[in-house]
């Protein structure tokens, strides 16, 4: 056996963790131990002495070529060892990394470490939310400070307001990119300048405004101490912004006027905005922007004259720093995140777009297929032999080479093994977290025969967690129906400040509680991606009700879709350009003249419709074979139809066409 620390080695690279060969290695050899150890490798190995020699963990197959992106992101979904993400957002970001490593795309990314993640979500027996500090061990994670050629570790040092701030840098590598994390958790700071990047989207709007000057500055001026060079930059969402203002900044610095420096800049930027509405974009006092860089342009040509044009505007609730609106300008190419997105932003900002002469065109997300489809499924579909080049072909996704059984057998066994999960988390949890005798509301009871819907994503109230709740004894009694039952699992995490969000949560729970649904209405807490990954693959229906249009995507719905799980949901995000009416459903009918009581209603009523005539029918109707033939029909038209058109490798080809325009 190799020495402990050279054994550690090996798991530096998150390459390992999407590898079909090895993603699952450590739940499998210890479910039970990789859930008490929160799905840290590192922390496993020390546990149970695993033995990483026997670990086959393939080499990154491709050498990056082609344009040199710098991507900057809020947050980053690697791995749950790493839990520096919150949502989708996070998830995007990750599965653009991993695919970019596949597809040999040359792409560096730039973030923030938090020492305290996102948070641990801990719910009582009221359903009350409570928060708790995820406290990352640097020791124990695959991530490492970047040193000089001495072997010292590395200071970036940036003018912050009147005196300076002192940041570490950390690497972490995905495959082939390099994705470099900032940190001001150092004693040189204040204990303010520590906190600054101690949680995501902790602390007030002050400390929303440094974490964006940290992530856009901070990345550009690392980029410069490092003395690496790029020709795209590819700001994911408004939150990384600054970091056009610190790249005009440098451009000035080599010799060319303000305005060459900005036609120059123009022509590296690509900015990609998600959020459809409004509210939902940062806006900062103009005042507070000048004052914190004042420092910042001193002996430089710029000052916040130059930059005020670029981001003040009103979007009808009064006159902001707008980080967007910043980022458009900013920009030569704009992106939204699919055709319906691209189309309600274009409607958003149509006066803005007409003025600065753009339009906003869609890049559909998408998933990273190693990381989310179930593993016996790729190796059935022959996915984990071929080269991901080869994900984006339709043949690649044929499923004629599956028979019924075989392909029923999968999903069940998966389901079984979801089932298996609930009660390793309720296990792990128990005593410290959940009272042993409250155990009904997590998922204990539930049974691989019975139909089984999952809704699992950010609890915000747009997404309408609780609209199959509407009338409690209609979904009763499907749920509680003696032969053709349903069970319904939820898991998703509302932000701290979301009272409104936190409501459902609770409201979801109580549900799940009541001893009348038998134990079949299930809350699975504190949703990370190890969840998503068993929900997608084991449940039988993915549920997604967001209010139209205000879905940007929804990629959990394309993870769901890959693995042979039926979507039913309303048409907004991505499930317009993926739905044929053979691999899902649709939920109502979007119409503006409705107020949102009125949608809520007709939305419900379609709703129950489809689960009582259509879904639960379908389900239930067996064959001479015992297997429900038409529901794998739906499961083999949903891996075909939405595997090579909604992969986070398709993405990045379709990125990968805008970098080099």
Same mark, same amino acid.
């Given at each position: 056996?190799?020495?402990?620390?050279?054994?550690?080695?090996?798991?530096?690279?998150?390459?390992?963790?999407?590898?079909?060969?090895?993603?699952?290695?450590?739940?499998?050899?210890?479910?039970?131990?990789?859930?008490?150890?929160?799905?840290?490798?590192?922390?496993?190995?020390?546990?149970?002495?695993?033995?990483?020699?026997?670990?086959?963990?393939?080499?990154?197959?491709?050498?990056?070529?082609?344009?040199?992106?710098?991507?900057?992101?809020?947050?980053?979904?690697?791995?749950?060892?790493?839990?520096?993400?919150?949502?989708?957002?996070?998830?995007?970001?990750?599965?653009?990394?991993?695919?970019?490593?596949?597809?040999?795309?040359?792409?560096?990314?730039?973030?923030?470490?938090?020492?305290?993640?996102?948070?641990?979500?801990?719910?009582?027996?009221?359903?009350?939310?409570?928060?708790?500090?995820?406290?990352?061990?640097?020791?124990?994670?695959?991530?490492?400070?970047?040193?000089?050629?001495?072997?010292?570790?590395?200071?970036?040092?940036?003018?912050?307001?009147?005196?300076?701030?002192?940041?570490?840098?950390?690497?972490?590598?995905?495959?082939?990119?390099?994705?470099?994390?900032?940190?001001?958790?150092?004693?040189?700071?204040?204990?303010?300048?520590?906190?600054?990047?101690?949680?995501?989207?902790?602390?007030?709007?002050?400390?929303?405004?440094?974490?964006?000057?940290?992530?856009?500055?901070?990345?550009?001026?690392?980029?410069?101490?490092?003395?690496?060079?790029?020709?795209?930059?590819?700001?994911?969402?408004?939150?990384?912004?600054?970091?056009?203002?610190?790249?005009?900044?440098?451009?000035?610095?080599?010799?060319?006027?303000?305005?060459?420096?900005?036609?120059?800049?123009?022509?590296?930027?690509?900015?990609?905005?998600?959020?459809?509405?409004?509210?939902?974009?940062?806006?900062?006092?103009?005042?507070?922007?000048?004052?914190?860089?004042?420092?910042?342009?001193?002996?430089?040509?710029?000052?916040?004259?130059?930059?005020?044009?670029?981001?003040?505007?009103?979007?009808?609730?009064?006159?902001?720093?707008?980080?967007?609106?910043?980022?458009?300008?900013?920009?030569?190419?704009?992106?939204?995140?699919?055709?319906?997105?691209?189309?309600?932003?274009? /409607?958003?900002?149509?006066? =803005?777009?007409?003025? @600065?002469?753009? *339009?906003?065109?869609?890049?559909?997300?998408?998933?990273? +297929? !190693?990381?989310?489809?179930?593993?016996?499924?790729?190796?059935?579909?022959?996915?984990?032999?071929?080269?991901?080049?080869?994900?984006?072909?339709?043949?690649?996704?044929?499923?004629?080479?599956?028979?019924?059984?075989?392909?029923?057998?999968?999903?069940?066994?998966?389901?079984?093994?979801?089932?298996?999960?609930?009660?390793?988390?309720?296990?792990?949890?128990?005593?410290?977290?959940?009272?042993?005798?409250?155990?009904?509301?997590?998922?204990?009871?539930?049974?691989?025969?019975?139909?089984?819907?999952?809704?699992?994503?950010?609890?915000?109230?747009?997404? /309408?967690?609780?609209?199959? =709740?509407?009338?409690? @004894?209609?979904? *009763?009694?499907?749920?509680?129906?003696?032969?053709?039952? +349903? !069970?319904?699992?939820?898991?998703?995490?509302?932000?701290?400040?979301?009272?409104?969000?936190?409501?459902?949560?609770?409201?979801?729970?109580?549900?799940?509680?009541?001893?009348?649904?038998?134990?079949?209405?299930?809350?699975?807490?504190?949703?990370?991606?190890?969840?998503?990954?068993?929900?997608?693959?084991?449940?039988?229906?993915?549920?997604?009700?967001?209010?139209?249009?205000?879905?940007?995507?929804?990629?959990?719905?394309?993870?769901?879709?890959?693995?042979?799980?039926?979507?039913?949901?309303?048409?907004?995000?991505?499930?317009?350009?993926?739905?044929?009416?053979?691999?899902?459903?649709?939920?109502?009918?979007?119409?503006?003249?409705?107020?949102?009581?009125?949608?809520?209603?007709?939305?419900?009523?379609?709703?129950?419709?489809?689960?009582?005539?259509?879904?639960?029918?379908?389900?239930?109707?067996?064959?001479?074979?015992?297997?429900?033939?038409?529901?794998?029909?739906?499961?083999?038209?949903?891996?075909?139809?939405?595997?090579?058109?909604?992969?986070?490798?398709?993405?990045?080809?379709?990125?990968?066409?805008?970098?080099?325009?």
């Amino acid at each position: 056996m190799l020495q402990l620390e050279k054994q550690l080695s090996i798991l530096e690279n998150y390459f390992w963790s999407w590898d079909f060969k090895t993603k699952d290695i450590f739940e499998k050899t210890n479910p039970q131990v990789w859930e008490e150890v929160n799905h840290n490798p590192v922390e496993f190995v020390r546990v149970t002495n695993f033995d990483l020699s026997e670990l086959n963990v393939q080499k990154v197959r491709i050498k990056p070529s082609g344009k040199r992106i710098a991507y900057l992101c809020m947050e980053y979904a690697i791995h749950d060892s790493l839990p520096i993400y919150s949502g989708g957002l996070g998830v995007l970001a990750g599965d653009h990394l991993k695919a970019s490593s596949d597809l040999g795309v040359d792409v560096t990314a730039f973030g923030l470490l938090y020492k305290d993640g996102y948070f641990h979500q801990v719910v009582n027996d009221n359903g009350e939310q409570k928060v708790e500090s995820q406290n990352l061990d640097l020791d124990i994670i695959p991530t490492q400070r970047v040193t000089d050629s001495n072997g010292v570790p590395i200071i970036l040092q940036l003018p912050y307001y009147s005196s300076e701030i002192y940041i570490a840098v950390w690497l972490v590598k995905v495959g082939s990119v390099n994705l470099y994390l900032l940190d001001t958790n150092l004693k040189q700071n204040s204990d303010e300048q520590r906190t600054i990047t101690s949680q995501l989207y902790g602390g007030d709007i002050n400390t929303r405004l440094h974490q964006e000057y940290i992530l856009g500055v901070g990345s550009i001026e690392l980029i410069n101490m490092l003395d690496l060079e790029f020709d795209v930059y590819h700001f994911n969402e408004g939150h990384a912004a600054f970091g056009g203002i610190a790249l005009w900044k440098h451009l000035i610095k080599s010799h060319q006027t303000k305005e060459e420096a900005f036609k120059n800049l123009k022509s590296k930027i690509l900015f990609t905005t998600h959020t459809p509405v409004p509210a939902g974009h940062d806006v900062f006092d103009p005042n507070m922007v000048d004052s914190l860089f004042k420092k910042y342009f001193q002996g430089s040509p710029l000052e916040f004259s130059d930059i005020r044009g670029l981001g003040v505007h009103d979007l009808g609730y009064g006159e902001g720093f707008n980080m967007t609106v910043l980022g458009m300008k900013l920009a030569k190419t704009v992106n939204g995140v699919s055709k319906l997105n691209a189309t309600a932003l274009n /409607r958003l900002w149509t006066d =803005f777009l007409i003025k @600065e002469n753009l *339009k906003i065109v869609p890049v559909t997300n998408g998933v990273h +297929i !190693q990381t989310f489809l179930n593993t016996e499924l790729a190796h059935l579909l022959n996915l984990d032999q071929i080269d991901p080049h080869e994900y984006v072909k339709p043949e690649s996704w044929n499923t004629f080479k599956i028979s019924n059984h075989k392909l029923w057998e999968t999903h069940y066994l998966a389901k079984i093994e979801m089932m298996e999960f609930f009660k390793r988390r309720v296990t792990t949890k128990i005593d410290r977290e959940i009272n042993p005798e409250n155990l009904l509301p997590y998922g204990i009871l539930f049974d691989p025969k019975i139909l089984t819907i999952g809704f699992a994503r950010r609890f915000a109230t747009y997404k /309408r967690s609780t609209l199959i =709740f509407e009338n409690i @004894e209609r979904i *009763k009694k499907l749920v509680t129906h003696p032969t053709r039952p +349903i !069970q319904i699992v939820f898991s998703g995490k509302p932000h701290p400040a979301d009272r409104e969000g936190q409501a459902l949560l609770q409201m979801v729970y109580d549900h799940a509680k009541d001893p009348e649904f038998l134990g079949r209405v299930a809350f699975v807490p504190d949703y990370d991606m190890t969840t998503a990954k068993h929900l997608v693959s084991g449940v039988d229906v993915w549920l997604n009700t967001p209010r139209v249009p205000r879905e940007a995507s929804g990629t959990s719905g394309m993870k769901a879709s890959i693995n042979g799980v039926l979507n039913l949901s309303t048409y907004d995000g991505w499930w317009p350009e993926a739905f044929n009416e053979k691999n899902g459903w649709v939920i109502g009918k979007y119409d503006p003249a409705l107020s949102p009581p009125e949608q809520d209603q007709q939305d419900w009523d379609s709703l129950l419709k489809i689960l009582e005539h259509k879904v639960i029918p379908e389900y239930y109707e067996l064959n001479e074979s015992g297997l429900p033939e038409n529901w794998i029909q739906r499961m083999r038209n949903s891996i075909e139809s939405v595997g090579p058109k909604f992969s986070s490798h398709r993405m990045v080809l379709d990125y990968k066409t805008l970098y080099e325009l």
